[in-house]
């Protein structure tokens, strides 16, 4: 069992930076593929980045990329998510999950999920 929990969800301007954690905690496996999610109001839930602990290719969404970047602490054992010239589209609450086999832009792929935590970028 593998338990998630965000946090660093916050108010920021447009343009600036914030940095989202989540910490896991249980048994934790190699294998698992690690992703975040976010989800804004009258919105389905969207694929924002994604890869492996045991290393590879890492994924993003076009929406994000060249401005969020996702990486991981293997001894703290927690996945950050880097976001930086944040835009008001941006404003969701994001989610941390946690697949015991490949990684996937679908939520349905994701067995493990957190509770979310709030961005909200202000202009």
């Known amino acids: 069992q593998v338990q998630l929990v965000e946090s660093g969800g916050g108010l920021v301007q447009a343009g600036g930076s914030l940095r989202l954690s989540c910490a896991a905690s249980?048994?934790?496996?190699?294998?698992?593929?690690m992703g975040w999610f976010r989800q804004a109001p009258g919105k389905e839930r969207e694929f924002v980045s994604g890869f492996r602990w045991s290393g590879g290719i890492t994924y993003y969404a076009d929406s994000v990329k060249g401005r969020f970047t996702i990486s991981r602490d293997n001894v703290k054992n927690t996945v950050y998510l880097q976001m930086n010239s944040l835009k008001l589209q941006d404003t969701a609450v994001y989610y941390c999950?946690?697949?015991?086999?490949?990684?996937?832009?679908?939520?349905?792929?994701?067995?493990?999920w957190g509770q979310g935590t709030q961005v909200t970028v202000s202009s």
């Open positions: 249980g048994r934790t496996f190699s294998s698992y593929a």
């Open positions: 999950a946690a697949s015991p086999r490949r990684v996937s832009n679908l939520d349905r792929d994701y067995d493990y």
